[in-house]
């Protein structure tokens, strides 16, 4: 089974500023998706970006990056610049190929950008 | 293209009373998923249909059940309702084409069991 850790429960950054949220999981899949998805107080799940296992490359959208490093099963969201409309709750998730279909979700942490 | 919808969108029913959850994916996506969301439990996985076929199912009881049409939209039941059943459930369609196995989610249905 696989499992998504996210250490960070809450975190707060002041606008324009950069801050990182943290991603472990564990698996013994060797082909695999990882997703970021931000969900607002509307509670409307939007997909940030997402990693596919096999790439090396770090995967970015716009102010937002990745850090993925395979072998430590780590998977670190960067977000640049940081606006008040970041404020969200943001969630890390996995998909082994083999059960596509199936998102397996950290707990989420809380992301608070400050004025 | 017309995001995910769900409906109803809030929903109040009574323990022992059963419910019927309404899914319509977008345009082309023939692979629909289904989440309970609650601040205990997080986010979690109940079931997926492909071509009315389910593939997957997490670890809920016999009581959640869903079917999908061939339309692809999709319907999920929760029976005999109990108080812990309160929750938002979440829909989301993928394309699975090619590599695109990404998610979009639907506004999801607040439910509460009284």
């Known amino acids: 089974a696989q499992t998504v850790t996210q250490s960070q429960p809450e975190m707060s950054v002041q606008e324009a500023e950069t801050v990182t949220l943290s991603c472990t999981y564990d698996?013994?899949?060797?082909?695999?998706?990882l997703f970021w998805y931000k969900q607002p107080p509307s509670r409307q799940m939007i997909l940030v970006i997402r990693?596919?296992?096999?790439?090396?490359q770090n995967a970015t959208e716009n102010r937002f990056s990745v850090n993925f490093q395979k072998a430590a099963k780590s998977f670190s969201l960067k977000i640049s610049d940081s606006q008040l409309g970041d404020t969200a709750m943001y969630f890390c998730?996995?998909?082994?190929?083999?059960?596509?279909?199936?998102?397996?979700f950290g707990q989420g942490t809380i992301l608070t950008v400050h004025p | 293209k017309a995001g995910v919808t769900q409906t109803p969108r809030y929903l109040i029913k009574t323990r022992g009373q059963q419910v019927t959850l309404s899914c319509s994916p977008i345009s082309g996506h023939r692979s629909v998923s289904w989440y309970q969301q609650t601040p205990g439990q997080g986010l979690q996985f109940l079931f997926e249909y492909f071509s009315e076929t389910q593939r997957n199912k997490g670890n809920f009881p016999g009581r959640f059940s869903g079917r999908q049409f061939s339309n692809s939209r999709s319907e999920m039941n929760v029976s005999t309702l109990e108080l812990g059943d309160s929750a938002l459930y979440l829909c989301?369609?993928?394309?699975?084409?090619?590599?695109?196995?990404?998610?979009?989610f639907g506004p999801g249905t607040r439910l509460t069991v009284t």
């Open positions: 989301a369609s993928s394309l699975i084409q090619g590599a695109a196995y990404e998610q979009y």
């Open positions: 998730a996995f998909m082994a190929l083999p059960s596509y279909g199936k998102l397996t």
């Open positions: 698996t013994s899949e060797n082909n695999y998706y």
């Open positions: 990693q596919e296992a096999y790439k090396q």
